[in-house]
């Protein structure tokens, strides 16, 4: 049985950091897509950041997210990581990890895209 479960979030004060963290279990998903989206109060879930799979996978990220977070993957351990620096109280949100289980090095951005999906962790960024 597939299962991701997300860990990290929490509560954090404006230009701060947290690591966000995506334990897949289940299967191997080194080879497969991976990404995390977010949805704060009253909005719709929205991307932010992917990863694709194998050796190369392209690694990509919504617009307001480039250069403050990174995405990465430790395939040993089959997780796969969000370290988001210079917090703002606009990245308030529950956080959700999502997979894709069909071998690719692509990111994608709709959400009709994965399969499988994590529960979700909250992060609180106060201004």
């Known amino acids: 049985q597939v299962q991701l479960v997300e860990s990290g979030g929490g509560f954090v004060q404006a230009g701060g950091s947290l690591r966000l963290s995506c334990a897949a279990s289940g299967r191997t998903f080194t080879n497969y897509p991976m990404a995390w989206f977010r949805q704060a109060p009253g909005k719709e879930r929205e991307f932010v950041a992917g990863?694709?799979?194998?050796?190369?996978?392209?690694?990509d990220y919504a617009d307001s997210m480039k250069g403050r977070f990174t995405i990465s993957r430790d395939s040993a351990k089959n997780v796969v990581h969000l370290q988001m620096n210079s917090l703002k109280p606009d990245d308030t949100g529950v956080y959700y990890c999502?997979?894709?289980?069909?071998?690719?090095?692509?990111?994608?951005?709709?959400?009709?895209?994965?399969?499988?999906w994590g529960q979700g962790t909250q992060v609180t960024v106060s201004s």
């Open positions: 999502a997979a894709k289980l069909l071998a690719d090095r692509g990111v994608y951005r709709r959400t009709t895209f994965y399969d499988y």
């Open positions: 990863i694709g799979g194998g050796i190369g996978g392209f690694t």
